[in-house]
């Protein structure tokens, strides 16, 4: 299976929080979009594993996600190692995506960090055709996807570019509920966390809407990349600017 889009992410629910819009917005158009869990966020407070994979798999069907696998790295422990590294590689040598997206290299969370200096090395990597890797007891052909971009979590920075989810941002914000236990529940007896507290989905809402201000539209969602990025202007033209 090829996909054109692949985002990798440290603990489910990461995709959908950071660029839920963005990969309903994708879908929407016609391309192929994957979402790969590096673990099943078993450290986490609320819930368990077992709880999120399913709601992993509400919120796949939600965004009509072409493939979601999860790879159970151990939560709490994402670092750049060869066992990750070539893991990894594997994944984007078999799915040969155009493009990787991954959690901003600077955050609160320490495997939001490691996550992003992780697939950063691995996107580099997984085009050396001396790095060998194995699927299914076959060796792979190397493949580097043409971008790799980076989604922002808690901290904020300046982004190369904010995509319009103005149409998606209903489909973003029903995906990101489906991970029930995660999120505020007034009949819950679990201990509250950063993201339970009962404003946190009114900050995600307020967020996408301070981007989408900034382009003009009523929502947006920020990408970062460290590259100089080629932009059409027929495009902006064509689609028209407010004022």
Known sequence: MVLDILVFAAHPDDAELSMGGTIAKLIREGL???VIDLTKGELGTRGSSEIRLKEAEEASAILNLTHRENLSFND???????????????RIRKFRPQIVFAP???????????SGLLIKEAVFFSGLPKIVTEDNGRIQMPHRPKK???????YEVKPSFIVDISDTFEIKMKAIKAFKS???????NEPETFISQP?????????????????????????????????????????????
């Open 182 to 188: 995660q999120f505020y529940n007034p009949n819950s």
């Open 76 to 90: 709490g422990s994402i670092k750049v190692n060869n066992e990750y590294l070539y893991k990894v590689v594997s």
């Open 32 to 34: 192929k979009v994957g």
């Open 148 to 154: 790799l971009f980076y989604y922002l979590l808690t």
């Open 199 to 243: 404003n946190f989905l009114k900050y995600i809402e307020a967020r996408a809407k301070v981007y989408g201000f900034k382009i003009g539209k009523d929502y947006g969602e920020p990408f970062f990349c460290e590259e100089e990025i080629e932009y059409d202007l027929k495009v902006l033209i064509n689609n028209g600017e407010k004022k």
């Open 104 to 114: 901003f290299f600077n955050d609160r969370h320490p495997d939001h960090i490691g």
